[in-house]
DNA sequence: ACCTGAACACCGTTCAAGT
DNA sequence: ACCTGAACACCGTTCAAGT
């Protein structure tokens, strides 16, 4: 309440003042560049350029760029929404949504979804996401064994997917699949041959469901060594 | 059958001839750095520097770095033995057998397996590996498209995990989460709460196996759409 | 404590010029 | 056709020195 009398808690010229910084405020711009150029290009440098800094400058704020990359993932998640709660019976539904959205959210990032996957993140809004899978597997009477071991399997399917669709379709290798199914000798891989068309069949949506479909499954049903 | 007469096929003076570049030969090397010093070491500029030339003449044999590391993949992928016939009735077993070679394959080389997720390989021992392990799903009657679609997962999978594991265990980055499943306010996250120690109970070996084991229960049973 | 410029030790890829 | 040096356009991270 001894507030700034008369001075204005601004710099002395009218200049826009230069923030100070903070983890948040770096991390805010890191966002702000992976939507409009991609990850890839939120460099320690290029963050520094944009905060009007120098790079060693960030390294008060965060460890590394691991880091950091993680703190973007945490913030990214804040958009997906978790209140619904499954109605009774529809706890795989609800399950195979929430994988879909956290899916869809790296799937336009590919480069986080890279990051993503050799970082086990543990920000809150990650937890909340596994906290709400557990509760999900729990609805479905998962053991709790299996429903713990397969809540990691689950999300590291989601971010795996992600990571190679969206790379592929960033790089527009993936037409290399379409032909090399039909290329392939028949009497060296007999078995690619058998299969044909059916490993290149279906929309990357069914193919993804079905894949949350497949796994589930085998979490709900399969037993785990005894310990 | 009309030899070399005479005159050795080697350069003028005595000293060590430069050996003509080759692809095969880049990637001899690029396999020795990544068994010596990992496969981030074999860089382009590296590779130049090791065969003593310009990094600007690896791009005759190769097109880029991402298609030299599917050569260095696809190279490691001989050191796999296919050829044992699974006995009547163990496709199973020999299924999550070779899913384990291919996965510790990649496990003590994670930035190969960084690479291979988001490579879709197609040299012929990947293939070769693809074609066995469609066999085996053949073996166990699993209809085919379920087959097709499944054996893109778990390839996937074990990609993924060593990536993941291998990655962890090159940066010391696992341990976070032994501490946080503690650390975790049960208030905010009843869930994990409750599975507590579960989620990091088991050894690598248990949940490796026990994932693979559930995800081929899940292919082998849970049905595709029609179409 | 926070911030900085400069340095260290690198990258992948392209290109004009040579042979 | 193959090979090259040099250039272009970058990286992450550390460190001594400042405030």
Redesign the interface.
């Known amino acids: 309440m001894t507030a700034s009398r008369g001075r204005a808690p601004v710099s002395r010229r009218e200049r826009p003042a230069k923030p100070a910084l903070s983890r948040d405020g770096i991390v805010a711009v890191a966002v702000r560049i992976m939507h409009e150029e991609g990850l890839e290009k939120a460099t320690m440098r290029r963050l520094a350029q944009e905060l009007d800094t120098g790079a060693a400058s960030l390294y008060v704020y965060v460890r590394n760029t691991?880091e950091l990359h993680g703190a973007v993932l945490d913030q990214l998640l804040t958009t997906i929404d978790l209140s619904p709660e499954a109605p009774a019976g529809q706890w795989r539904e609800r399950l195979i949504e929430l994988l879909g959205a956290y899916t869809e959210l790296l799937f336009t990032r590919?480069s986080l979804a890279?990051s993503a996957?050799?970082?086990?993140p543990?920000g809150?809004h990650y937890?909340?996401l596994?906290?709400?899978l557990?509760?999900l597997l729990?609805a479905g009477d998962v053991p709790?064994?299996?429903?713990?071991?397969?809540?990691?399997?689950l999300v590291?399917?989601a971010?795996?997917?992600a990571?190679?669709q969206g790379?592929?379709k960033e790089?527009g290798?993936?037409d290399?699949?379409t032909f090399?199914v039909r290329d392939?000798p028949a009497g060296?891989?007999?078995?690619?041959a058998?299969?044909g068309d059916?490993?290149i069949?279906?929309t990357g949506r069914?193919?993804g469901r079905?894949?949350f479909?497949?796994?589930?499954?085998?979490?709900a049903?399969?037993g785990?060594?005894a310990?």
Request: proline fraction near 6%.
């Open positions: 691991a590919p890279r996957l050799t970082l086990r543990t809150p937890l909340r596994v906290d709400s557990l509760a729990r709790v064994r299996q429903a713990a071991w397969g809540v990691d399997l590291q399917l971010t795996a997917t990571a190679e790379t592929r790089t290798a993936g290399d699949l090399y392939v060296e891989y007999p078995d690619i058998r299969v059916e490993l069949s279906g069914q193919r079905w894949a479909e497949a796994l589930i499954d085998g979490i049903t399969t785990t060594p310990g």
